[in-house]
T-cell receptor
Framework: DAGVTQSPTHLIKTRGQQVTLRCSPK?????VSWYQQALGQGPQFIFQ???????QRGNFPDRFSGHQFPNYSSELNVNALLLGDSALYLC???????????FGQGTRLTVV | AQSVTQLGSHVSVSEGALVLLRCNYS??????LFWYVQYPNQGLQLLLK??????LVKGINGFEAEFKKSETSFHLTKPSAHMSDAAEYFC?????????????FGQGTELSVKP
């Protein structure tokens, strides 16, 4: 079992650009959540996808959007990047009816 | 609204000493509580979880936590610290049992272990 995998591991982008991060959930999981972890902070919930729909959303602007594919994998898109978007982006997967979420290694995004 | 407060952003203990990391929660409904560990440049690994069964929860690597409703606390302990325990620890809460929930995290506590 490969667990939750995220790509890429590191990324450097310029202000104003757009970025797409990818996540493959743990085998058997159907729910994907995305979190942003700024340096020295706890992770903050961005949104959650289930059955290819956004089901819950945290306090993030519309520049943050996502998608879930039929195979349950997911993408996080961020438009018009700001310096403050620099963070570790974590993907977590889980299965309906279970409280336990498994996290990937994260994607380190640096905006310059 | 739910929230989590971790008391102490940094805790330092000697190898073999007791580890105590503090977490208090605020929730209007019975919560589900978690402790996660994060090693440098890695994701989060679940240490243990409380889901309204036993109030004393045992996790991996010798850690345990006790849910105390009267104190709204869920402190993490380990009787004897090991050098490999040095990491960042996060307490988290959710009330969405059936959704692998939206987790609300505390700010984290960095644990240092001195030889």
């Amino acid at each position: 079992d490969a667990g939750v995998t995220q790509s890429p591991t590191h990324l450097i982008k310029t202000r104003g650009q757009q970025v797409t991060l990818r996540c493959s959930p743990k085998s058997g999981h159907d729910t994907v959540s995305w979190y942003q972890q700024a340096l020295g902070q706890g992770p903050q919930f961005i949104f959650q996808y289930y059955e290819e729909e956004e089901r819950q959303r945290g306090n993030f602007p519309d520049r943050f959007s996502g998608h879930q594919f039929p195979n349950y994998s997911s993408e996080l898109n961020v438009n018009a990047l700001l310096l403050g978007d620099s963070a570790l982006y974590l993907c977590a997967s889980s299965f309906q009816g279970q409280t336990e979420a498994f996290f990937g290694q994260g994607t380190r995004l640096t905006v310059v | 609204a739910q929230s989590v407060t971790q008391l102490g952003s940094h805790v330092s203990v000697s190898e073999g000493a007791l580890v105590l990391l503090r977490c208090n929660y605020s929730s209007s409904v019975p919560p589900y509580l978690f402790w996660y560990v994060q090693y440098p440049n890695q994701g989060l690994q679940l240490l243990l979880k409380y889901t309204s069964a036993a109030t004393l929860v045992k996790g991996i690597n010798g850690f345990e936590a006790e849910f105390k409703k009267s104190e709204t606390s869920f402190h993490l302990t380990k009787p004897s610290a090991h050098m490999s325990d040095a990491a960042e620890y996060f307490c988290a809460v959710t009330r969405s049992y059936n959704q692998g929930g939206k987790l609300i995290f505390g700010q984290g506590t960095e644990l240092s272990v001195k030889p």
